[in-house]
């Protein structure tokens, strides 16, 4: 039974809310068509795929409840059982990591919850990073600032659930909480301080979307989802499309919830030490926050994770060929003569060489790379290869040339015609590829499943020097650990463009910096380069 005082509290925020609103909700209103229509079309693609999954569970906790607990949770893809009769729990303001292999369903599992083919109360607003915002006349941060039209759902909610018997309960006090964090005054200087740590300085936030490429829109869109808050807010890869400087940014913003949580279960735990024995009130508070401190502690607790078997890369070992392999000298270029990204280049890469491009996005790393392989020409000065250096480069965009119609198998005897069957089975099986997996078409394999045929096929050609462009891309943990172990104990020369921090400091011996038209090499580590982008940023 909900008490007066309870009722009025509510009748009180729900004045306060209407207060609030007065001309922001044709503000919102108008900017909604815009901003929603990258929603629709993720959804659309979503839709497609429901067919290929089916997902079943039961809602186990209160339906007004802050957590989330789900009994019986199966997950199925194309006919094969990725999680059977499990229970999935997600309790209010925790933060959560999905681990597992590639293939394991992580991707598969956050879309299921995006979609809400789960049991998920309704006045929980769900947001699934999936893509880049829509390329459009709105400016970076309007586009950002426009998804304020979750303020006029969460009144009309919040009216909804006032006017319930109970006055709203628990979901209503949530539901407050959410409007008081998207306090309009505030929401320009929110937007851009957001937008900065991600790359856009004042003068990229007043371009139009359209003016950006996929990565920089893909940006904005992690922004907006940062910006809106939502109770429940699903990232899958969030960094792949962030350099170090903004991967540094959002490691510390996210670092803020955790701190002040440590600060809330210090404070606790005092409390409950100096006042658990006093007086009948003191002793009661205490027992409170000893419940609170024992219901988050259970909510971040995991159990330990055994691994099956421990995954491999190998590379051939190709051998030497006398320096110098790959010479700049003197190397200009540009897209356009009056645009140009590197003036008077002139360095050296040889077969023993471990190098990490580093700089921020438009620098020109990938470029660099280009100018490498010969894909591209300088505009003055030569880029020398030895006669006999066989170069391979990985990038994203090789899993386009992937037929996702073929099983991998078939895709490298193709590739390589005249290789028994059993060479190429093992070619794949290098990078942990085996079995159905093998077989099965392409189009029912994950991305990070995806990428190891792009790097066994790479591979099969014994490369001398490999030049990878941000090779992590929907890779998990141990396939990353065996990529750097199989890189560590290859003998030819490396050219690495990555913003994952831990798989630089296990290859890299060398950290070059790509900025102000310069190749700079960083005397220093990784780390060192970390800190630095730290206190450059005032972190």
Known sequence: ????????????????????RG????????????????????????????????CTGVLASHPLSRDIHIESLSLTFHGHDLIVDSELELNYGRRYGLLGLNGCGKSTLLTAIGCRELPIPEHMDIHHLTREIEASDMSALQAVI???????????????????????????????ERLEAMDASTAEKRAAEILFGLGFDKQMQAKPTRDFSGG?????????????????????????HLDLEACVWLEENQMKQYKWEQEQIANMKEYIARFGHGSAKLARQAQSKEKTLAKMERGGLAEKVVNDR????????????????????????????????????DFGVDLDSRVALVGPNGAGKSTLLKLM????SPLDGMVRRHNHLRIAQFHQHLTEKLDLDMPALQYMMREYPGNEEEKMRAAIGKFGLSGKAQVMPMKNLSDGQKARVIFAWLAFRQPQMLLLDEPTNHLDIETID???????????????????????????QEIWVCENQAVTRWEGDIMDFKQHLKKRAGL
Not at 1 to 17: F, R
Not at 373 to 376: A, Y
Request: charged share 25%; glycine share 6%.
């Open 310 to 345: 421990i995954l491999v890369f190998r590379f051939t070992d190709v051998g030497k060929l006398p320096p110098p392999v790959l010479q700049f000298a003197d190397v200009t270029f540009g897209y356009t003569p009056d645009n140009l990204i590197y003036k008077n280049l």
């Open 146 to 176: 426009c998804c304020d039209e979750e303020r006029v759902k969460l009144e009309k909610e919040a009216e909804i659930l006032a006017a319930q018997d109970d006055g709203g309960g628990e979901a209503l006090d949530l539901v407050y």
């Open 482 to 508: 065996s990529l750097a172990e199989a890189l560590k104990e290859w003998d030819g020369g490396l050219v690495l463009v990555s913003h994952d921090f831990r798989l630089i400091n296990q290859v890299a």
């Open 23 to 54: 001309a922001k909700s044709s503000a919102a209103a108008s900017s909604s068509s815009a901003s929603s229509a990258a929603d629709k079309a993720a959804n659309g693609i979503a839709a497609l795929n429901l067919s290929d999954r089916t």
């Open 1 to 20: 039974m909900v008490s007066d005082a309870s009722k009025k509290k509510a009748a009180q925020k729900k004045a306060a809310a209407a207060a609030k």
């Open 373 to 376: 392989t010969g894909d591209l």
């Open 216 to 240: 920089w829109r893909m940006r904005i869109a992690l922004a907006r989802a940062l910006f809106m808050n939502p109770t429940i807010l699903l990232l899958d890869e969030p960094t792949n």
